[in-house]
């Protein structure tokens, strides 16, 4: 009887995780692709994926989802890097470093755009500080529709403050979890700072890189609050898209249709990811 205790324990301990997940993930992408290929009459049909094909936004919305990404992962990844690795170093003050890089992590996405449409407005304070210091007579506008390369760039720093704490705290992780004897041996042979970051930190931190890039693509690809809260529809995302059509325009299949490409899209970057940092299992990674 014990044996058998036992032996289901794992499973029992399990069963909580197994259920949210499948109510809150499971379930609503099943209904997704439900509502995607499914017509008013219940029948199979790829009508909702045309008529996403054919909205006016789409092309936009792919183009500007696709930026997002290319523009804020590699920076968020770069900067979270240096930021873990300076409170690696274990500086003084570091711990309070962590606890006010990691506020953005208590902050939800909306109230993070609108914290940032505070700064960036028309009267906001970075303009009533230029304005101050001499630099413009008249507020710049940042968040003006004829400027979009600077729109466009209030959106990655407003999301790059936002979510680079996430990443450094994966990244964090791995570091702690890397012998101190490799940086050790890495000092005695006369290593500096960026040859022990190249040649040890980077291939040893390979599986937390893979899961930071996974969990931050996803993330990107699900932008959206505050592009919403900066510029509206001015500058269209996927999610945005998706939003619109379910809430203004009242059609849940083409907002599932939009909800569907988002997720291939998500897979098909955790696969590149998984395929591009591939890594054997005594470096604690993936076969």
């Known amino acids: 009887m014990r044996a058998k205790l036992d032996s289901a324990l794992p499973y029992g301990l399990l069963t909580p995780t197994l259920i949210f997940v499948t109510l809150l993930i499971v379930v609503p992408i099943f209904q997704a692709f439900l509502l995607a290929f499914q017509g008013a009459d219940g029948l199979f049909t790829l009508a909702n994926f045309q008529k996403m094909a054919n909205d006016t936004a789409f092309a936009d919305a792919l183009k500007f989802t696709f930026l997002l990404l290319i523009f804020i992962v590699p920076a ?3 900067l979270a890097l240096v930021m873990a690795l300076l409170i690696h170093a274990r500086f003084k003050g570091h711990t309070l470093f962590l606890y006010i890089y990691a506020i953005p992590l208590a902050i939800s996405d909306l109230a993070a755009g609108i914290a940032w449409l505070s700064i960036f407005t028309e009267r906001g304070y970075l ?3 230029l304005n101050q210091l001499g630099i413009f007579e008249k507020p710049f506008l940042f968040l003006s529709y004829q400027n979009l390369p600077a729109l466009f760039a209030t959106i990655v720093i407003a999301e790059s403050w936002r979510a680079t704490a996430i990443v450094m705290t994966i990244l964090l992780a791995g570091l702690q979890m890397i012998p101190r004897d490799y940086f050790e041996a890495a000092d005695v ?6 040859k022990r970051t190249l040649f040890v930190v980077l291939p040893l931190l390979r599986p937390s890189l893979q899961n930071a890039l996974i969990i931050r693509t996803i993330f990107a690809f699900q932008t959206f609050s505050v592009v919403l809260a900066l510029a509206g529809r001015v500058i269209p995302v996927m999610a945005g898209e998706s939003y619109t059509w379910y809430v203004t ?3 849940p299949g083409v907002a ?8 291939a899209f998500t897979v098909g970057a955790t696969w590149f990811y998984f395929r591009f ?4 299992a005594a470096e604690g990674g993936y076969d």
Request: hydrophobic share 50%; charged share 5%.
């Open 76 to 78: 968020q990844v770069v």
């Open 127 to 129: 303009n009533s500080i």
């Open 189 to 194: 042979f006369g290593a500096n700072t960026l």
């Open 249 to 251: 325009n009242r059609n």
């Open 256 to 263: 599932a249709a939009y909800a569907v490409l988002v997720l």
């Open 277 to 280: 940092f591939q890594t054997s």
